[in-house]
């Protein structure tokens, strides 16, 4: 089964930046999609940016323009440049990773971000 492992969440000021990774177990090439998701304290989960082969992504609305999704298939890794955080980013981010061989739906266990003054 693919393993992904997240880093990079931290607590920092509004307006402040972080750069998450999550780092996968097997070739992200095999991976056909890739994203991240985050949850609040008494929220759902819910999706913040992905990628699929080819290199298209996609944001949430709360997101654009202050988030950047991208990965480094050398080093079998996702990130997720952010900026501009506010409050309202605080969560635990989640990565995700969909693949056909081998065939699943795969999740890390999460990393947390705290915005905070």
């Known amino acids: 089964q693919v393993q992904l492992v997240e880093s990079g969440g931290d607590l920092v000021q509004p307006g402040g930046f972080l750069r998450l990774s999550c780092a996968a177990s097997?070739?992200?090439?095999?991976?056909?999609?890739m994203g991240w998701y985050r949850q609040a304290p008494g929220k759902q989960r819910e999706f913040v940016a992905s990628?699929?082969?080819?290199?298209?992504?996609s944001y949430a609305d709360s997101v654009k323009a202050r988030f950047t999704i991208y990965k480094d298939n050398a080093k079998n890794t996702l990130f997720l440049q952010m900026n501009s955080l506010t409050s309202e980013d605080t969560a635990v981010y989640y990565c995700?990773?969909?693949?056909?061989?081998?065939?699943?739906?795969?999740w890390g266990r999460g990393t947390q971000v705290t915005v905070s003054s």
């Open positions: 995700n990773a969909r693949s056909l061989v081998p065939k699943g739906e795969f």
């Open positions: 097997e070739s992200i090439r095999s991976i056909y999609a």
């Open positions: 990628t699929i082969t080819g290199g298209r992504t």
